[in-house]
C-alpha cells in the first residue's frame, strides 16, 4: 500500500508506540527494519514513543 500511494506524491508514515511492539519480538523488529530500507526516497517514516505517566493528579 505504502509503495503504491507514495506513485502519487510524498508521504509520510507515522508509526505510534513502537517500541512496545517491537521490544517482545526481534523477529518483527527485523522484519520492519528490512522494509524500512526497501521504502520508497519519498516516504518519511515518524515513529513516536509514549511514556506512561504513573503519577496521579491531586
Known amino acids: 500500500v ?3 500511494e507514495s506513485k502519487n506524491g510524498p508521504l509520510i508514515l507515522f508509526l505510534k508506540d513502537m517500541e512496545k511492539s517491537l521490544i517482545l519480538n526481534s523477529d518483527s523488529c527485523t522484519s520492519l527494519k528490512h522494509k524500512l530500507e526497501k ?13 506512561m ?6
Open 2 to 4: 505504502i509503495t503504491t
Open 39 to 51: 521504502l520508497p526516497d519519498n516516504v518519511v517514516v515518524i515513529g513516536s514513543h509514549t511514556h
Open 53 to 58: 505517566d504513573n503519577r496521579k493528579e491531586k
